[in-house]
C-alpha cells in the first residue's frame, strides 16, 4: 500500500501501476501508453559519476602515495566504511549508489595505495625524494 503518497518500494510501485491499469476502464486505457515514452535517466547519472569517481581516485592514490606514504590507508578504511554506512540510510537511489561507488572506491584505494608504492619502486613513477629509505631498492 501507498503511504502518504509515496510508494516505499519498487515492487510496490510496479504493483500499483498494474492495480491502475487492470482497474481503469475502456476510456483510461488510451492514456496508459504515456508511460511508455518517459525515458530514465538516473542509471545513465550512476554510470556517469562512477565514471568521475573513479577516475578522480587515480590521480588521489598517486599524490596521497607521493607525500605520504602508505601510512594514510586507514583513512581510506574510515571514509570508505563510513560512506558505506551512510549510503545504507539513503533513500535516494542515485545519492545512495553515489556514496556506495565513492565508499568502494575508497576501500579499493587500500590495495591501490600498496600497489602504488611497488610501482614507484619499480621506477613507474616518481619516487619522493624526502621518502627514500622508505622504498626497497
Known amino acids: ?22 482497474d481503469s476502464g475502456p476510456r483510461d486505457r ?10 530514465f535517466f538516473t542509471g545513465i547519472f550512476i554510470a556517469i559519476g562512477t565514471f568521475i569517481i573513479i577516475g ?11 607525500y605520504f ?21 539513503v533513500e535516494d537511489v542515485l545519492a545512495s549508489s553515489l556514496l556506495g561507488v ?5 576501500l579499493w584505494s587500500i590495495g591501490e595505495l600498496f600497489e602504488q608504492k611497488k610501482r614507484v619502486e619499480k621506477g613507474w613513477f616518481p619516487m619522493n625524494p624526502r621518502r627514500k629509505n622508505e622504498y626497497k631498492k
Open 30 to 39: 488510451k492514456y496508459s501508453n504515456y508511460k511508455k515514452k518517459i525515458m
Open 102 to 106: 565513492f565508499g568502494a572506491s575508497c
Open 1 to 22: 500500500p501507498i503511504t502518504s503518497g509515496f510508494a516505499t518500494s519498487t515492487s510496490d510501485l510496479w504493483s500499483d501501476a498494474m492495480k491502475t491499469l487492470r
Open 69 to 89: 606514504g602508505t601510512s594514510q590507508w586507514w583513512l581510506f578504511l574510515v571514509v570508505g566504511l563510513a560512506t558505506l554506512l551512510i549510503a545504507l540510510f
Open 56 to 66: 578522480v581516485f587515480h590521480p588521489i592514490v598517486i599524490k596521497c602515495e607521493y
